[in-house]
């Protein structure tokens, strides 16, 4: 009875020590740069978060920029309201600002039927030269700063900087 009495204590003593909570708290920070000089940046910060019971558990947040302000630079009319370009202060922006940016636009105006988002006028100009007779300057200006098409009122695609995040459909 006695050596199972020490190994009871032993095991408890034990798991009392593994559980202290004097493990150092773990922090990371990074930043993902996608290029160009109007490149969007996204930052992740992954801090411990108190979760009341005096532990930590990490929680990733992603940083990005909320779009504060717009000009429309072109207005196309068509039988199911009005296709527009808007250009956007440089920032940094994520997909998910930019997706934010184009629900309030839709939620807000219900003529909007299709747009372009750019951060540069000049990437909004070079948009509306046709296609084959584009410099490649102009190219290389939309490559950089045409970042989403709304088509219709239900579905975007990124282009440019977020050409790789996905888009789809939008809205309820």
Partial sequence: ??????????????????????????????????????????????EPSDDGDGGGSPSTTPVGQT?????????FPNDNGEERYYVIPEGAYTDVDLTQFVIELLETDSQLYGAEIFDSVGAAEAFQVAEADRTDEQNAVIESDHFVTLIGRDRIEFHGLFSGSPGGAIGS
Wanted: charged share 15%; net charge negative.
């Fill in 1 to 46: 009875m006695k050596r199972r009495s020490i190994a009871v204590i032993t095991v408890t003593a034990l798991a009392l020590v593994a559980c202290s909570g004097d493990e150092p708290e773990l922090s990371t920070d990074s930043t993902i740069i996608t290029g160009g000089t109007n490149a969007p940046a996204t930052t992740t910060t992954t």
């Fill in 67 to 75: 779009v504060t302000g717009y000009e429309v630079v072109a207005r």
